[in-house]
Structures are given as structure tokens and as C-alpha cells.
């Protein structure tokens, strides 16, 4: 279900576009300090249970994670990963989720009118009664979110709980993080808190820390905080996450062009006919069927 | 074999009779092209094609979103048209076989890649030696055999897009769709070119029949084979 | 809590969890507070993000905690005392290291120990080998021959005095025997020390928190001696941002032990009558301290109100049948003649003879547990099970049938035995969850906030304090009709609750508070009163030992007054800026947030930090914080540490079982010989256990130091997550964390089977093949650990069950708590 009192800023397959621009929100936005993140998965039972997901069965294999990516009935994930660093570890705890992308690769990709919507506010939805489970947004987002439920048919991801922040409330996660290191916001409030704690860890030692907030996909909705920016692959975080040119190719220059192509064939057909005409038969009588002799 | 109708026979249509199992054979003035078997394979292989073409369009754009309409919209369409698929390949391929003896390219058709193609389309050039299948004929076969195997190929990999690294589907994505409109110009030309064009060739598909004009003016070699007549008594 | 007693004068986090955002360093050792404490570890981050604080994390495994750490030092389970008293060398080493100021104005640094007290080759003097206990007369101070008043030393450089002999014994703790012990790297541990001793002085002040990790050795009580002895020496005692702070593993075990969780405690820390104490006279004399006043100084030694807090709490017990006449009903309080706790008690069980007054009495015959799964959670789980085969009865009070109650079809391993020969008849009776009753908390910030009613408890489940009362109605009844050897206790006992079959838990925390039973006169104003009778008391102040009033718990006295019941307040108003909160739900004692907080003033009653203030003297009275101290009494009257009675922080500590320092001895089972002492390897008095379940393993059989811990995805056993599907899902199942080292050499894949067998078992688990854990150099030889979690058991459903980790622990223990060795125990670890 898509939010009715959330204005679309755009809508997945849509022809013309959509949004009228009488009402403009503010950019919402996510904090993830994965430098401040204990990895407790509070945020990962806080978002099945708003979300009111179901228990996936998984098993112990050796890790603390949960389970290897992200689930049609699991959004939230928190990604661990043990890494040497200066002489002792880096354990390295981030939170997988949907990263709301400005320019979202699902959203392009997504070939069902309004199935994908990003509302006026950034937050970017799956709208359920219009997806048609073809799984076209899992090869265009470049942070492998969304995932196909095999139940239901249809594709899931992370809502930014738009539910709960369209009426003022922080997502669950955020309301079930206890240390601090999930906060929400506006962009430009979430933004600037990053780059306080980025300059944070700078000071601290950290030369590399980050904020990401890549710009190939016009910015995250989800920005994140990582005090080795260096090392993006410790986070499985791509380095320049883009809409997927092959996508661009195939939605923009393969489509159009086909699609003239095609109407060229028939408006060639209908020249030719006017041009050349039928290739009669010499003789009429012989060119039509005739019923044959009892 | 003999179609020759028993006497015990009510009056029937001679040629359609003898179009249930035999080709290439005269019956009165018309000469039986297809037989039912090759008919019918035709006819599920369009049949499909039509089927994937209409639930598939308005997945490939949301302008042709109302075609979605004839399955009860965007989301059956999605489901019905993997199968279709399915099943477009299958016949494809029973139609592949089908054919593929009477599809041998010869030497003197190699002229159909380019000029004469254009000549024919012109209704122009030396059309004496071409058999029951022209060149440009035969090159459809193999272009569209070609490409119901890319559709499907590239199709069984965008069914399950979770087991498939992303580059791969996008990369299915593409050749899905430059398979598809190559192949839709082709179906265009064929349409047309068996309807509007060149009338009486639409009746090879459906009672089985041409009429012996017809198969004198586009395939003479065939013509003379099936006839025995050199073409010497029509001057 | 023991050991912050003996060393402060109260048994529990000297601060709170808010205040650990005042720090500038924060040591986290002996707990893994990012993984059993994520909500309180907030602070910590506060304290990183919001002034700079440095965390440090000494822990034997790279913990959750340690990710977050500036700084982690690695350690061998159960060497924290030979770390810490490193720290105190360090620290001792320059007088830039450690708050001179403080030590001199705060703590028992000056005073003087008699001759008598010696440390030599292991062992303090007063050791009585025979027994295998301490006689601790022999440490006791050096009384001034004139005025009778405790010797001290204002320059600490006498050679008796307390700092000299404290720099005497740690002398021997060179950061390289720290490395030979701890297996810490060198410069790990100068660096960890000069983080830690960088708050010696009056601008910077640092916290030490701890939990489990400490309290889980048989060394436990001294591990937390000198955490606060170091912090004492830092100054870090009283003042916001500082202290000893334990964790506490449950929501409401401060409000267990204060309300009597211990057998040798009542409620309030009151001492436990034993049977030669026959009259209240000599019960009370016995357990008030004597004020014991150094020169300068006097102690206010607050304890001096004891009989005020014990007489008030026998008006409670029995009500109008108390009176001056009969002690105060004190003939009918229970009177201990032994060692009654966990380990001793299922010793008795298991042998079917009580060890107490001689050991000739035959063992307990029933058993009643209530909220708690003595099998899952008894270390050596097969002596659990083997004593409670012994019992002819046993009521289990659960909301689940945890293994305790099904002991009698434990798996094969546990080796229970034939169900159809246990003769034990259990009774398990439906208890409702924690949501489905209200009552308090009391977490460990000492704070008890009011929780209420969430939903119904299910089917025929009764709230605790419903059953409670109806088995105590029940046996009241059949006192009264058939009497009995002693029907007085039960007969007399007060009951006055509205409802005696379901006790409103309002009535009872209101009984806890206090209240005037007549009118009680103002001492002040003879035209006054102080309450009249049936007021409730404002606090423990108002308390008297004539029975004029009642009190079930003195330190919580204050909670539910005339203005209401306090621990339902909730308001967010922070005055101080310092997190302290006052007007939100109720902190033990007197509201008061920071205990000995005059400590965070010096001399004169300045703050040390001007921006940290927790008290301060106005010139009238003491201003911040709730003083710790007679809020009209100018500086100079008393000492800081009111409950003690020399009313000074002592470094030394004569008053515990192990001894007046703290001494690095190895665990029960130890991989190696103890560095410093090696006839004297482990503790010489901690006990041992001597059934044929009570094996302990050696070095050669089992060379690898293995810990237990928690994880944050549950809460205790898997009571707490059987029924809920996403807490299984996302930590699945029983493993074993390795090093990556070990694994190799004993070809272990990540993910694999892998049996851990103890010289008490052996249990089967997941590898989880890590390089958080890294082996250590001990004593020139690399050694190796591993560690598991706790959360399964055979009772659970399907799916989430595992091995009881408790099936390898020894039943070891420290000689002042009792409390079992969980956390360092030698195993050997194979490919399943």
C-alpha cells in the first residue's frame, strides 16, 4: 500500500511523470554510525515486528550474523565482518537495509506503473497492490535490497517505516536502537550530524572515516557513517554505487529505439503497399480460392 | 498415396482432405502446400508468440499498459507470460524440426542477405529457380529459430533474478528486448508480406492450398516440381 | 558486592548508568557491557561522542565492547588481579598518577596496621592451614596507645601505614609479571595503564565497570577490591563520572539481593542472626559497629542506627505480636547454623547429609525454587541433577517447565539416571512472567522504578507474591489446627495485607517503606510531630528502635511516601546537567544518586571539578546532589564513607575472607603454577567439593583456558526465547568460539562440529572460527582459550535446544560470595 497522504515525486514506469509540486516535504533521511553500532540487532526484531514479519529459520554457521543478505522478511541486517586492522581488529557491525537512493536503481529498473514510488519526502516504497514480483529492481539496485517473496509474489524491502514517519515517529529501528548510533531526520540535519562525527573520528585517529553518502545515485536517503572509508569492501559497500548503465541502456536507448523501429516496420509495410502494391497473381481468376469442384 | 475420394464419399473439399496428411500435391486447381500437421505447428507457434507479444508489451512499456487488459491485468499478464514463452519455444522447436529438411540453403540464395532481398521486395528480379521456399523465407526460419532460443534463454535466466548475479540479468534484459524487436520487425514483414502483399498466400496456412498462379508466380521450381510442368506450355 | 562493601560501606554500583556519560575514561574489564548492558552502554557513547572519553576494554576474548574501545588489551581468564594491581603499581610509581589529595582526605592510606599483619610467600598471616581459613584478627589497625583513637600517618610514609604496605605488595606486579600472568602484551598494558591512571587527579575522573566477568571467580571479591582500591587511589570515588560500577545480569537483581537474595543477609544488608545469637541484645550488639575514629576526623559511621533498622524491620515481620517484652519477636526470626548457600546446599542434597554444626544431620529432603532453574544455572550440572534425585520433593514455581523440573528425564549425558527409580515427586506450579504482574525493578543504578501489569498471565498461572501467600495461608492454617514442634514464626508473622490471598504489591512496597505505628515526636521541636501514627516514614532517618516503627526494608526506605509512591515517578527534569534525575522513579538510599558523594569535594567542600560537582558546601549546608553525608554538617566533621566505620575509603580491608589485599592466585583449574607464589597456586581459601561428581581437571588432560558469557540476542537461559521465534532467529543455536591458531591445529572448519569436554563432561556445538581470540603467551608458553555462551538447554522445544554449558564449570567458588567459578576452567576441545 502506497501512502495517500504522501505527495510522488516519481513513480516507477510512468509515462509522463507524475508529481504536481503543490506540496513539498522536506528530504527525510537515516543515520547509521557504524562506528558507534554494538550490533545487538535490536533494529533487526524492532523492524520484523513493526513490519509484522515472520521468523525466518536460519541456523548457526559460525558467524554472529543473522543470516548472509537481506530476506523478503528481513530488512534489517546487520553485517558482520572481523578484519585486522592496526595491529589488532576491526569488528565491523553495519546495517544492511534499503539505502532510499535519490535516483533509485529499482525504481528505473521497475517496469510496473507506481509499483516502485518515491514520495515527495525521498523515502522510496514498494507499493505491493502494483508490483508484479518480475524482480527487475533486484538487478537495478546496486546495493542488492530488494528481494523477491516467493509467497507472495511480490518484491519487499525496507519502507523507511513510512508508516510510522509520515505521523511523526522516528522508523523502528531507530526507536529500538539503544545506543544512539541510529538516528532520523531531515537529509540535511542527518548530513550534518555524519560529517560532526566524521570530523569526530578524523580527530580521533580514524583518517579515513567517512560519511557515505554516494553521489552515483544521487545521495542515500541512508547515510552511514564508516570510520574506514577505505576499506568499503569490510561493509559490503560498492565504491561508485550508480544506476546500472546496462539499465539506462535498455530503459532509455534499447526501448525507444525499438519501439520506433517496430512502428518503422509497419509504417514500412504500409509504404510498400502503397508503393508496390500486391504482387497479383497474372490472371484474377486464378488469384482468388475457389471452392473446388463437387 | 492416393487422395483419390471414394465413390461412397458424400461431396467434400478434395484439396483439404488431402491436406490432412499430404504436400506438395494437385488437387484440381489448387495445389496443397501445407499439410495439417504444418498448419497447425504454425498456428501454435503464432498463437504463443501472440500470447507472450501481448503480456509482454506492457511489461516492456507502461505504453502498452491496456494490452495487459487481456489477462486481467499487469500482474497475470507477468505470470502467464514466462509460460507462454515456455510453450512458444516448445512449438518453436517441434516447428524448427519440422522444417528444418526443407530449409537447406542453397548456393544461388546467397543473394537474399542483401540485393535480392531488396529486388524481391521490389517485386523485381529473376524469381525462376526459387523452390518452395525462397531465400528470404528460409532466413526467417533460422532468425526466428535463433531467436525463440534467445527469448527463452535470456528469459529462463529473468525468471529467477535472485539466483542470477545482476550484471547477468541486466545483460538478459537486453538481449530479451533487442531479440524481441528484431524479431517483431521480422514477424511485421511476415504478416504482411503473407496477408496484404501477396494475396492468396494466407490460404497456404489455413485451407492448405495455393492456387497454381500462386505457386507459378512465387516459387516456379516448386511449381514445376509438384506439376511436372517445365513451363514450356505457357508461352 | 561484597567487595564494594568491605571497601565503601555498600553493596552496589557507587554511581549510575546515566553518570557514566561524565566520564573521561571509562575501563570496561571483568564485563562486556556492549553485549549483556547495550541499553546502559549508551552512556559510554555519550561519553565518547560528547567529551572525548577514552574506553578501554580488558577482556580475554575482542568482545562487542571491544569494538568499541579506543584501546583493547587482551587477558587470561581469571588473572584480573594481577592486571589490576599492575594498574596500582603504575599508578603508585608517580605522584602525578594518583590523587594524592584524595587518598590522603578519603581513604585509609595514613592509617597505621598493627605488626601483626603480614603477606609472606602466598599467604597473609592469621592462616589456619587445618581449617583452611583466615583468622583475620591478625590484620586489624594499629590503635594510637594514648588516645585509644587508630593510628594515621598524615604523610603516608611510615612503613605501616596503609599506602606503604599497599606499595609494598604490588610491588612484585611489574608490568612483565602482568605479561608472564595475563598473557597481555607489554605496552598493551603500560598503554591501557596510562589511560586508566591519566584521572589521577582533580580535573579528570574516570569509571571502572565490571560485571560477571569479575564476580564469577573464585578470586571474584578481591578482582573488584582492586578495581577500588585503584579508583580510590585515583580519586575517582563519590564524584560524577567516577566509581566501581557493576552491572547487574538481571532487571531486578540489585532488588533481589537487597531484599535479602542471600541467606546470610535480611533485607537491607542486616546480617542474618546465627544460632548463638539468642537475644536481640547480643544479635545487635554483635552487628553495630563500633565507631572507630582516626585523629582529626571523626567517622559518622552511620551503621551506629542499626538497631533503629532491625527493630523496625521484627515490627514488620510480626506486627503487634512484636513487642520490647518478647526482643521483638527476634526469638522467631530464623537463625542460620552453617553455609547455606548454592553450592554448599546442593553438596548436602547430593550427599544426603547436611555439613552443617558438624555434618551429622541427614540432607534436605524437599526443595522449593521459585523463578529460577537451578540445573540450567548450578554450576557441574550433573551433581545439579544428581542432588536433585535425592529429594523426596520439589515444588518448582515457572512459567515454563524449565530442566529443572524435568530433571528426572535428563538427556543420556547428564547422566540422571532411570526416571522410574527417581523417587523425587515435583510439583510444578504456573507462575505469571514478569509483564503479566507490576511491581518494581531495581536495576542496577539502584533505582527502583515501578513497572505495571502489560497483559493477563495465562490459563491458570498466578503472580508470585499469589503464590506466595497461599502456601503461607495454607501453612498457617495447619499450624493453627494440628500446631506443630515451633508454631510461633508462622503464627505470629504479620499478614495485614487488603487482600492476604493476592497481596497488592502497592501494600507491600509501602510496608517496605515504613511507617509511624504512633506518634513519633519531633526531637527538635517538642511542640511537633515527626509522623503521627499510621504516616508513612520520609525515610530511614525517621526510624526507630523502640518500635514505634515498621520498616521491611530500611535502604528502600523513602520509595513510597506520603507524597506517593516514588518509584512510579517519572519525570525528566535534570537540574544538574549531570544525569542525575532526581524526581524520576527512586534511587537507594535517601534518593541519593552518587553514593559517598562528599568524596567529590575536597577539604574544605569545594568540588574537585567546579563542572562535575556532586556535592558542595554552601556554607550552610551541602548543596547538589543528595549528600552522602549529615546535610548540615560543615566540612572537617565527618569523614566521607558514612557507613564504614573509620568513614574513609579503605585501600586496605580487613574485614573479607581472602585477606586484606587483593593477591593474584589462579583459578581452581589453571593451566599453570601460580607465577608470583607457586606453592601457593590457587586460592588457599577457597573450597573444594569433594563428591565423586566433583572432578578437577589438570593442565595435562585439559590444556586450554575456557570462559562463559552471554550473548546480547538473549536473556539468560532459553526460557526467556523458546517461545519467541525472532530472538532464535537471529542467534540460532549453541557454538564454541575458537581462535583461528587452535582450529588449524586441530584441523577445525568454521561452522563444523566440535566437542568440548570438561573433567566433569563434555558437550557438542557449532566452531566459530575466530580471531577475536588470540592465544596468549603464559608464562613463556603459548596457551590457548576458548569460550562459549549459555543460552540452551535439553528442556527447550525443538529447535532451540543445545548442551548446558554449565555441564563443564567446576564447583569452585569465592570464599566471600560463594559464588561459583563460571569464567576461567580448563577444557580440551576436539573435532566432533
Not at chain 1, 509540486?21 to 537515516?30: C, D, E
Not at chain 2, 528444418?100 to 532481398?117: D, Q, T, V, Y
Not at chain 2, 535472485?162 to 538481449?175: D, E, G, K
Request: glycine share 10%.
Amino acid at each position: 500500500m502506497v501512502m495517500q497522504s504522501l505527495e510522488i515525486r516519481r513513480s516507477s514506469a510512468s509515462v509522463w511523470g507524475i508529481p504536481s509540486g503543490i506540496r513539498t516535504l522536506p528530504t527525510v533521511s537515516k543515520y547509521i554510525d557504524t562506528s558507534t553500532c554494538i550490533g545487538c540487532k535490536a533494529c533487526e526484531v524492532a523492524c520484523q515486528e513493526w513490519n509484522d514479519l515472520r521468523p525466518v529459520q536460519t541456523a548457526q554457521v559460525g558467524t554472529y550474523q543473522t543470516m548472509p543478505t537481506l530476506h523478503p522478511e528481513f530488512w534489517n541486517l546487520i553485517r558482520f565482518n572481523e578484519q585486522n586492522f592496526d595491529g589488532g581488529i576491526a569488528w565491523i557491525m553495519r546495517k544492511d537495509q534499503c539505502m532510499h537512493c535519490d535516483d533509485p536503481g529499482c525504481l528505473a529498473a521497475c517496469p510496473a506503473p507506481g509499483a516502485i514510488v518515491q514520495y515527495a519526502n525521498g523515502i522510496v516504497d514498494v507499493n505491493q497492490d502494483l508490483c508484479i514480483g518480475c524482480g527487475y529492481c533486484e538487478s537495478g539496485c546496486p546495493f542488492d535490497v530488494p528481494k523477491f517473496h516467493a509467497t507472495t509474489g511480490k518484491m519487499a524491502k525496507c519502507t523507511l517505516c513510512v508508516d510510522r514517519t509520515t505521523v511523526g515517529l522516528e522508523p523502528a529501528c531507530v526507536k529500538a536502537c539503544p545506543t544512539g548510533c541510529l538516528q532520523f531526520g531531515t537529509k540535511d540535519d542527518m548530513v550534518a550530524l555524519g560529517n560532526q562525527r566524521v570530523s569526530q573520528l578524523k580527530a580521533g585517529g580514524l583518517k579515513n572515516a567517512v560519511l557515505y553518502n554516494p553521489a552515483g545515485v544521487g545521495g542515500t536517503g541512508v547515510v552511514t557513517v564508516l570510520a574506514h572509508g577505505d576499506h568499503l569492501d569490510w561493509y559490503s559497500l560498492p565504491s561508485d554505487p550508480h544506476v546500472p548503465i546496462l539499465t539506462r541502456l535498455w530503459k532509455h536507448v534499447v526501448r525507444p529505439l525499438g519501439m520506433v523501429a517496430i512502428a518503422g516496420a509497419v509504417i514500412g509495410a504500409f509504404g510498400h503497399f502503397t508503393k508496390f502494391g500486391r504482387k497479383e497473381v497474372p490472371g484474377s481468376a486464378d488469384s482468388g480460392v475457389q471452392p473446388p469442384p463437387a | 498415396m492416393s487422395a483419390t475420394p471414394t465413390a461412397r464419399h458424400r461431396p467434400v473439399d478434395l484439396a483439404v482432405v488431402a491436406g490432412r496428411d499430404q504436400e506438395n500435391l494437385i488437387v484440381g486447381n489448387e495445389i496443397v502446400r501445407h499439410r495439417r500437421a504444418s498448419r497447425l505447428i504454425h498456428w501454435s507457434v503464432s498463437l504463443t508468440f501472440f500470447v507472450c507479444l501481448f503480456s509482454g508489451m506492457p511489461i516492456w512499456s507502461p505504453i502498452f499498459g491496456w494490452m495487459a487488459a487481456f489477462f486481467g491485468g499487469l500482474s497475470a499478464a507477468r505470470v502467464v507470460h514466462p509460460w507462454a514463452g515456455i510453450a512458444f519455444f516448445l512449438f518453436s522447436a517441434v516447428m524448427f524440426f519440422h522444417w528444418l529438411g526443407e530449409m537447406r540453403f542453397l548456393p544461388s540464395e546467397r543473394g537474399w542477405l542483401g540485393p535480392k532481398a531488396l529486388e524481391y521486395m521490389r517485386y523485381e528480379g529473376d524469381d525462376s529457380e526459387v523452390g518452395k521456399y525462397n531465400g528470404g523465407q528460409k532466413l526467417f526460419f533460422f532468425a526466428t529459430a535463433l531467436g525463440a532460443l534467445g527469448l527463452l534463454v535470456s528469459g529462463l535466466l529473468m525468471w529467477w533474478p535472485s539466483a542470477f548475479p545482476r550484471v547477468v540479468l541486466q545483460l538478459s534484459y537486453l538481449i530479451h528486448d533487442i531479440t524481441f524487436i528484431f524479431f517483431a520487425i521480422a514477424i511485421v514483414f511476415h504478416i504482411y508480406l503473407g496477408t496484404a502483399a501477396e494475396p492468396g498466400t494466407f490460404g497456404a496456412m489455413t485451407r492448405g492450398t495455393v492456387t497454381r498462379g500462386w505457386a507459378r508466380l512465387h516459387h516456379p521450381r516448386w511449381f514445376r516440381d509438384v506439376t511436372g510442368d517445365d513451363g514450356s506450355r505457357r508461352g | 558486592m561484597a567487595s564494594l562493601a568491605a571497601t565503601f560501606g555498600r553493596g552496589a554500583m557507587t554511581n549510575g548508568w546515566v553518570d557514566i556519560k561524565n566520564a573521561d575514561v571509562i575501563l570496561a574489564m571483568g564485563g562486556n557491557p556492549a553485549e549483556n548492558h547495550p541499553v546502559g552502554f549508551r552512556w559510554f557513547l555519550e561519553a565518547k561522542k560528547t567529551r572525548g572519553a577514552k574506553i578501554v576494554a580488558v577482556d580475554p576474548r575482542f568482545t562487542r565492547t571491544a569494538s568499541q574501545a579506543d584501546l583493547y588489551a587482551p587477558i587470561r581468564p581469571g588473572t584480573d588481579i594481577a592486571f589490576l594491581n599492575g594498574m596500582i603499581r603504575y599508578a603508585l610509581a608517580d605522584k602525578s598518577r594518583y590523587h594524592e589529595d584524595y587518598v590522603r582526605l578519603h581513604t585509609n592510606g595514613p592509617y597505621l596496621i598493627g605488626d601483626a599483619y603480614k603477606f609472606e610467600d602466598g599467604l597473609f598471616s592469621g592462616f589456619d592451614a587445618a581449617k583452611g581459613e583466615y583468622q583475620k584478627e591478625a590484620w586489624g589497625y594499629n590503635p594510637d596507645a594514648k588516645t585509644k583513637a587508630y593510628g594515621v600517618d598524615p604523610t603516608m610514609e611510615n612503613p605501616r601505614s596503609v599506602f606503604q604496605l599497599l606499595k609494598q605488595h604490588v610491588d612484585r606486579y611489574t608490568p612483565e609479571m602482568v605479561e608472564r600472568i595475563c598473557g597481555t602484551p607489554k605496552e598493551t598494558f603500560l598503554k591501557v595503564a596510562q589511560i586508566v591512571t591519566s584521572t589521577g587527579n582533580a580535573a579528570r575522573v574516570g569509571t571502572i565497570t565490571y560485571a560477571l566477568g569479575w564476580t564469577q571467580h573464585s578470586t571474584g571479591v578481591q578482582m573488584i577490591r582492586a578495581a577500588a582500591i585503584l579508583q580510590l587511589l585515583l580519586g575517582n570515588v563519590g564524584r560524577p563520572g567516577g566509581g566501581v560500577n557493576a552491572f547487574r545480569g538481571h532487571s531486578n537483581i540489585q532488588g533481589a539481593t537487597d531484599m535479602a537474595g542471600n541467606f546470610e543477609i535480611l533485607p537491607g544488608y542486616l546480617k542474618t542472626p546465627t544460632s548463638a545469637m539468642t537475644d536481640l541484645k547480643g544479635y545487635l550488639d554483635t552487628s553495630t559497629p563500633t565507631t572507630l575514629n582516626k585523629q582529626g576526623w571523626a567517622s559518622m559511621n552511620y551503621f551506629v542506627n542499626y538497631p533503629k533498622f532491625m527493630v523496625s524491620l521484627l515490627k514488620a515481620m510480626y506486627g503487634k505480636e512484636a513487642t520490647k517484652e518478647n526482643d521483638f519477636g527476634y526469638a522467631w526470626m530464623p537463625k542460620v547454623d552453617g553455609n547455606y548457600s548454592w553450592m554448599y546446599m546442593f553438596d548436602d542434597m547430593y550427599r544426603g547429609s547436611s555439613m552443617r554444626a558438624g555434618g551429622k544431620e541427614p540432607g534436605p529432603e524437599g526443595f522449593i525454587t521459585f523463578g529460577m532453574n537451578p540445573v540450567g544455572l548450578g554450576p557441574n550440572s550433573k551433581k545439579m541433577i544428581g542432588a536433585l534425585s535425592k529429594l523426596k520433593w520439589m515444588v518448582v514455581v515457572e512459567n515454563l517447565e524449565t530442566e529443572t523440573a524435568q530433571f528426572w528425564k535428563a538427556p543420556k549425558e547428564y547422566e540422571g539416571g532411570d526416571p522410574a527409580k527417581i523417587q523425587t515427586e515435583v510439583f510444578l506450579l504456573p507462575a505469571s512472567s514478569f509483564a503479566e504482574k507490576d511491581g518494581t525493578f531495581t536495576n542496577s543504578a539502584r533505582w527502583l522504578q515501578w513497572k505495571w501489569k502489560a497483559l493477563d498471565a495465562p490459563g491458570d498461572a498466578k503472580a508470585d507474591q499469589e503464590i506466595l501467600a497461599r502456601i503461607f495461608l495454607a501453612v498457617r492454617d495447619l499450624y493453627k489446627k494440628e500446631g506443630g514442634a515451633l508454631p510461633d514464626p508462622i503464627l505470629k508473622a504479620s499478614w495485614a495485607y487488603t487482600n492476604p490471598a493476592n497481596p497488592d504489591l502497592g501494600d507491600v512496597l509501602k510496608e517496605i517503606n515504613g511507617r509511624a505505628l504512633t506518634d513519633i515526636p519531633d526531637p527538635k521541636d517538642a511542640t511537633k510531630m515527626l509522623r503521627t501514627a499510621g504516616q508513612q516514614v520520609d525515610g530511614f532517618g525517621q526510624l526507630q528502635d523502640d518500635g514505634s516503627t515498621m520498616c521491611g526494608n530500611w535502604l528502600h526506605s523513602g520509595c513510597f511516601t506520603e507524597a506517593g509512591n516514588n518509584a512510579q515517578r517519572r519525570v525528566t527534569a535534570d537540574p544538574t546537567g549531570l544525569g542525575m534525575y532526581h524526581n524520576w522513579g527512586f534511587s537507594w538510599p535517601a534518593n541519593r544518586r552518587i553514593m559517598y558523594n562528599r568524596a567529590s569535594a575536597d577539604a574544605d567542600g569545594k568540588p574537585w571539578d567546579p563542572k562535575r560537582i556532586g556535592i558542595q558546601w554552601n556554607g550552610e549546608k551541602w548543596v547538589g546532589d543528595v549528600p552522602d553525608m549529615k546535610p548540615d554538617a560543615p566540612p572537617g566533621t565527618f569523614g566521607a564513607f558514612i557507613m564504614l566505620p573509620e568513614g574513609v575509603g579503605r585501600l586496605y580491608s580487613p574485614v573479607l575472607n581472602d585477606g586484606p589485599f587483593p593477591e593474584h592466585y589462579e583459578a581452581i583449574e589453571a593451566p599453570v603454577k601460580n607465577a608470583l607464589h607457586p606453592n601457593v597456586t590457587s586460592s588457599p581459601v577457597s573450597k573444594r567439593f569433594s563428591t565423586d561428581h566433583d572432578k578437577y581437571g589438570t593442565v595435562d588432560k585439559f590444556p586450554i583456558v575456557c570462559t562463559t558469557y552471554r550473548l546480547t540476542e538473549h536473556f539468560h537461559y532459553w526460557t526467556q526465547h523458546h517461545l519467541n521465534g525472532r530472538l532464535n532467529e537471529i542467534q540460532p543455536g549453541f557454538f564454541v568460539e575458537i581462535p583461528e591458531g587452535l582450529a588449524k591445529e586441530r584441523g577445525i572448519a568454521n561452522g563444523s562440529q566440535v566437542k568440548v569436554s570438561s573433567a566433569r563432561g563434555a558437550i557438542q556445538g557449532v566452531a566459530m572460527v575466530t580471531n577475536r581470540l588470540t592465544p596468549l603467551k603464559i608464562d613463556g608458553k603459548q596457551t590457548w582459550q576458548i569460550g562459549f555462551p549459555i543460552h540452551w538447554g535439553f528442556g527447550a522445544a525443538e529447535g532451540h535446544r543445545g548442551p548446558l554449558a554449565n555441564m563443564l564449570t567446576p564447583s569452585a567458588m569465592d570464599p566471600n560470595t560463594w559464588t561459583p567459578e563460571y569464567k576461567a576452567f580448563l577444557v580440551q576441545i576436539e573435532k566432533a
